[in-house]
Structures are given as C-alpha cells and as structure tokens.
C-alpha cells in the first residue's frame, strides 16, 4: 500500500526525533579524536590514507606511514573516494570533522528512509514513526557515523534504494494511475543508489539478483505488466554505475576488477578457524606456496595473493573436514547476528563473553554482580535492548506483513541476503549490522500493529 506523507500531530513527533537523533549523532561525534586515533593500522587509517593518495597524483606512497597503492586499491572505492575528497579541501584535523558531520546528517536522513519503508509496507503512518524512532535512537546507528567505516554511507544507500524501488512497487501494487516515465525515472534512482551501496561495500553485488526474482514474482502474480522492462532497466542502470570503476581500472592501470579483489579473501577467512591480523594471515596463506613477487613491486606486494592460492587452501579446508567447517560457519554467523554491533569503544570486556563465563565457570550471585559491574555496561545494556527488540519485533513484523508480500518482499529479501551471503563470507557483528535496518523497520510494523491492538482491546 501507498502512504501519504505523515500531517499534523504526526509530523512533529517525527520531526522531533529525527532532530533530537541529529543532535545526538552530532554530540557524540564532535567528543571523539581526531588524527591521535587514524595513526596506526586498521581499516579506518587505511581509508583516509587510501583518500588522500587516490587525489595524490602519485600510483603510490605513504600518508602518516600508511601505504596506499592506486594501481591496485583493493575495497571497493567510493568510502575511499569520499573520505579522500574532505581531504583535499581542508586540514587533516578539519577533514575528519566533516566526514563525520556529513555521515550523522546521512544516518538521520536513514531513520526518515526508515520511516517510509514502514510506512510503505504496512500503510500506517504510527509504524513509520516507530522505526524512525528506532533508527534515530538506536545507540549504535547514533555512534556509527563517528566512525571513519563503510558502515554509515552504505547503509544510506541501500536505504535510498529500498525505499525508492519501494516506492515504485507500492503504486503498481494498488492498481492506481501509471505514469510510465515517472516511475521509469525512480526505479532508475533506484538501481543508481544499489549501484552506489555496492561501490561502498560490495557484498551487495549480487543483490539486485533478488530484486531481479522479485519482479519476475510480480509479473507472474500479474501485478507489474511490464517487469521484463523494468528489470532489463534495473540490471542497466546498476551496471553501468558499478562498471565505473572496472572502467577506471582499466583506462588507468590496466587492471580487471568488478568492485572489490576481497571476496577470496573473505571467502578463506570465513574457513579458516586461526585467521587474524594481516600479517599473520599473510604467513597462514603463503605456507607451502611458491611466491612469485612482481618486479618494480613496492608496496603492499606481498598481500596480493592470486585466486588460485585462496581456491586452493579453501578446497584444502573443506576438503579435510566438511563438518568442522560448517560448524564453524553456523558458530560464527550465529555470533554475528546475535552479537550487538557497536559495543567495543564503550569497553573492551565483552557482556556476551562475560555472561557466557559466568555461565560456565561460576553462576554466583558475586560472579552475576561483577558483569553487571564490567566497564560500560549500562550503555552496552541498551544497545543489547535495541538490538533484540528489533530482531525479536522484527520478526513478528515480518511474519504481519505476509500479506503485503509486495513491498515487504524487497527489504525482506535483503536480511535473507546479507545473512545468507555471509554463510560464506567472513561473518562478524560489523558486517551484519546493515541488516539492523530491515530489523527496526519490521520492528516498527509490528509495535504500530500491537499499539494499534490494544487500543482496539
């Protein structure tokens, strides 16, 4: 069902979460360092000196005794890009300010996105206002946008996508007048804004496979006519932004890539039970294979495994013990779900670790006062709140919204996605955490619908 856009009383609930969630993100992120937190390995250094080189000029160096490679970037590049462009136009110190100021303003924009989805999906205005409100609160989407990670802008894009291609779908679905062009024009924002959450993080490669099957479902159920139109538009769209940067490649370095070169990487980690920093990956994968190091090789040569190395020690992995692999990956894909993302700047001790030895080893009343005693344990306590409210809601949502197979399909598709992909792929709380969106957003169907049963008891 189509939604019109929230009036009245409504309207400025919504506006003042939105806004008190704003505020909260910008509170959060303007106490955090700066450049005394990026000068050291992980992810986070390597974006913003892999920002800064992309604008360099050169094919390689160092930034802050961080190495970046142009000839051979490896992630998928637009968090790169983006982190890079604040960089060349203001002081190291200034620059990550920015990123961070814009990052709370995309996060809030997600809680609004949040808002249509739910909306969209059940029709009522009282669910939309919920997941915005579950969005905007939510502890960890409010801490993440102070992050220099992939997590925020991607999670923005799909969001955009979603309730675009939503959108869409919702008009046909109620049989109202078609303006061909018009839709035409936001299922192709659509595909463009799914093309850009996947140059962000490009485990959503594969992704718009679903919305393929999802639309070929309309046109069987006869609800889209023309769905051989508008997938042949989806698939092109999305094709021709995420080529850019193959396109890219290969005019600048003569290098093939579609996306990312990190899938084969993620695909062994997800196998390999004693992975860990890079350097010690590097040593795990490289024992007993020849290394043939390219000539005039500077920087970071000696992490560019080739496919056939990661194919065979993954085929050696299974190989050797099929059970033991597969449980490792239910182990560690239950942990990433189950696991709230977000809690470690608030205290290294974890509450899942802690409980889980206090379970084990002691299960006294002194053991149970000294996990709630652990550092951070309050805030980590409401992040767990948030985090199994939206999967214990969310599910219910999901299962309420059966009848609206038509729009609650596409956001439903993604969990299944996300969770089912990382089966495979290395599964860690952080790379899970995009699906906390689709959690909240079915959360806030379900606590609208039991609002609304009550009120009606």
């Known amino acids: 069902m189509t939604s019109k856009r929230i009036e009245g009383r409504g309207a400025w609930l919504l506006t003042a979460v939105l806004l008190l969630g704003f505020v909260l993100r910008v509170a ?20 913003l000196a892999s920002g800064a080189g ?17 000839s051979n970037l490896k992630p998928a590049p637009l968090y790169i890009i983006f ?29 609004y996105m949040a808002c249509r989805l739910a909306a969209i999906v059940s029709g009522k205005d009282r669910a939309g206002l919920i997941a915005a409100s579950l969005v905007a609160l939510h502890p960890a989407f409010v801490a993440e946008p102070a992050q220099i990670g992939t997590e925020t802008l991607y999670i923005f894009f799909l969001a955009l996508g979603l309730w675009l291609y939503g959108k869409t779908i919702a008009r046909l679905a109620d049989g109202g007048p078609s303006r061909r062009i018009g839709e035409a024009c936001v299922l192709a924002l659509s595909a463009a804004a799914f093309g850009l959450a996947t140059l962000t993080r490009g485990v959503s490669a594969l992704f718009p496979l679903v919305l ?30 995420v080529s850019t940067w193959t396109v890219y490649n290969l005019v600048s370095w003569n290098r093939f890539i579609i996306v990312s070169d990190q899938m084969m990487g993620a695909l062994w980690r ?58 490792l990956r239910f182990e560690e894909l239950a942990y990433a779900i189950l696991q709230p993302h977000g809690t470690t700047p608030f205290g290294d001790i974890s509450v899942f670790g802690a409980g889980r030895q206090w379970l084990a080893d002691d299960r006294s009343l002194q053991g149970f006062a000294q996990v709630l005693q652990i550092e951070g344990f309050p805030i980590k306590l409401i992040f767990w709140i948030f985090h199994y409210v939206g999967i214990t809601f969310g599910l219910m949502g999901m299962y309420w919204s059966r009848n609206s ?7 439903a598709g993604f969990l299944l996605y996300t969770v089912a992909i990382h089966f495979f792929l290395l599964a860690l709380p952080r790379y899970l955490f995009p699906v906390e969106l689709a959690w909240m957003v079915f959360a806030g169907i379900a606590l609208g619908k039991l609002y609304e049963r009550r009120g009606n008891g």
């Open 405 to 411: 197979w038509a729009t609650a399909a596409p956001l």
């Open 28 to 47: 959060y992120a303007l106490e955090q360092p700066t450049l005394e937190q990026y000068t050291g390995a992980g992810d986070s250094s390597g974006y």
């Open 54 to 70: 992309f604008f360099s000029g050169k094919e390689h160096g160092w930034i802050r005794d961080i190495p970046f490679y142009n």
């Open 270 to 327: 997800g196998a390999e039970r004693n992975d860990g920093s890079p350097e010690h990956n590097d040593r795990l994968l490289l024992e007993g294979v020849e290394v043939n190091t390219p000539p005039g090789c500077e920087v970071d040569c000696k992490y560019n495994h080739s496919t056939e190395t990661y194919v065979s020690k993954i085929a050696a992995i299974v190989s050797a013990d099929l059970g033991a692999y597969l449980a």
């Open 212 to 241: 393929l099957l999802h639309l070929f479902w309309l046109g069987r159920r006869q609800l889209l006519r023309s769905w051989r139109s508008s997938a042949l538009l989806l698939l092109f769209v999305y094709a021709a932004v």
């Open 83 to 111: 982190a890079g462009l604040f960089q060349v136009f203001l002081p190291d110190h200034e620059a990550i300010i920015a990123i961070r100021l814009v990052q709370c303003l995309a996060s809030i924009t997600t809680a």
